[in-house]
């Protein structure tokens, strides 16, 4: 019920297209939900975030769309940038702030 | 204003020995969270140090402990080490309040031979 399911594991895209990642959760607790990116050898920095009471959240050219009843969110990074090739991992957090991870999603981007 | 450091940035140990990692988080931040990140996973949460407790712990042995310090900053110790423990581990802060999202560190790459 902890776990939260992320998808796909690896995604190529081609400069200025559209990288779409999703997740699924089980556990109705989680009350936040934050994307991190990950490039090799550093540790996951926050992306972008969103809480249940709201459908959709964009900050420049990421979006969170969240879907309660569904139990699913995804993350669409528009005009995708080979500088935007990285790990990408969703979380779930319950309270007191302990996050449960994706599997992580590595994105390439052809130039 | 520093982020979260770590140190130190890589480590190797022997099976059976014992290995201490250290933490000092965000300016303003009192929360410390420890993460184990194996090659190609996601990170797994290990426990969380608020007010010098252990305030939660993941499904990790007793090999794994933690401790706070008054200046919030906080120690990993894994004892009697497993291949398996080979990873990259992780702190991250929060302010107090449960509202406010975990910002991380670099992390330490323990490799266990």
């Known amino acids: 019920q902890q776990q939260v399911k992320q998808s796909p594991q690896s995604l190529i895209v081609q400069k200025g297209g559209i990288s779409i990642i999703n997740c699924a959760y089980e556990?109705?607790?989680?009350?936040?939900f934050p994307w991190y990116q990950q490039f090799p050898g550093k540790g996951p920095a926050l992306l972008i975030a969103?809480?249940?009471?709201?459908s959709e959240k964009k900050e420049g050219r990421f979006t969170i769309s969240f879907n309660k009843s569904a139990k699913q969110f995804s993350l669409h990074i528009m005009d995708s940038q080979p500088g935007d090739s990285a790990t990408y991992f969703c979380?779930?957090?319950?309270?007191?702030?302990?996050?449960?991870f994706g599997e992580g999603t590595q994105l390439t981007v052809n130039p | 204003d520093a982020g979260v450091t770590q140190s130190p940035t890589h480590l190797i140990k022997t099976r059976g020995q014992q290995v201490t990692l250290r933490c000092s988080p965000k300016?303003?931040?009192?929360?410390v969270s420890w993460y184990q990140q194996a090659l190609g996973q996601g990170p797994q949460f290990i426990f969380q140090?608020?007010?010098?407790?252990?305030?939660q712990r993941g499904n990790f042995p007793d090999r794994f402990s933690g401790h706070q310090f008054p200046n919030y900053s906080s120690e990993l110790n894994v004892n009697a080490l497993l291949l398996g423990d080979s990873a990259l581990y992780l702190c991250?802060?929060?302010?107090?309040?449960?509202?406010?999202?975990?910002?991380f560190g670099p992390g330490t790459r323990l490799l266990v031979l």
């Open positions: 991250a802060s929060s302010p107090g309040s449960a509202q406010e999202t975990q910002y």
């Open positions: 556990n109705t607790a989680f009350d936040y």
């Open positions: 969103i809480r249940p009471d709201v």
């Open positions: 979380a779930a957090r319950t309270s007191g702030s302990r996050l449960t």
């Open positions: 300016s303003g931040h009192d929360t």
């Open positions: 140090y608020y007010e010098e407790e252990e305030r």
